[in-house]
């Protein structure tokens, strides 16, 4: 292999950027704008189909009466609701993924944790600093740092 032909194939001008950000998994903008859209309240209908029980979303999400008026009233949810749906789909995803099992995922959310003090990861999906540390504790169970 000459040296023109190593030099395209470790050029960093790759396919993957030869369009701009902006155009890229279509854009930033779009990304930001789904971000941070208010979700509505059919939206909790997603997190019961993933295994969520009405309770777990009650405490996690907002309480039973809020998301009844929210529904009732074909309301949107508020940003932090919103938020709060997002965090706990991110994390059933990622939890799906290192798995490899969306019925072990939800069983590992619900057990006592040793190395989260034992406490269950779903409490911890309350905030999003406690979701941080069940994100992490899913990052060393996919690396093998576990014991």
């Known amino acids: 292999m000459g040296d023109d032909e190593m030099a395209k194939r470790i050029s960093p001008k790759s ?7 902006e ?3 279509g854009g930033f903008a779009e990304t930001l704008a789904n971000a941070i859209a208010p979700l509505s309240a059919a939206s909790i209908n997603s997190l019961k189909e993933r295994g969520f029980s009405s309770e777990e979303i ?6 039973r009466r809020t998301l009844a008026r929210r ?10 609701e919103s938020d709060r749906v997002r965090r ?16 072990k995922a939800q069983r590992w959310l ?4 040793i ?12 905030s999003e600093s406690g979701a941080e540390v069940v994100v992490q504790e899913l990052h060393a169970i996919d690396y093998g740092m576990f014991a």
């Open 23 to 25: 155009q890229q998994h």
């Open 115 to 126: 190395a989260l003090d034992s406490r269950r990861p779903i409490e911890l999906l309350e």
């Open 15 to 21: 396919d993957l950027l030869s369009e701009p950000p």
């Open 88 to 103: 706990v789909q991110r994390v059933s995803d990622m939890a799906d993924r290192v798995f490899a099992s969306h019925e």
């Open 58 to 63: 009650y405490r996690i999400v907002a309480p």
């Open 71 to 80: 529904k009732e009233q074909d309301e949107s949810l508020t940003q932090a």
């Open 110 to 113: 619900r057990s006592r944790i």
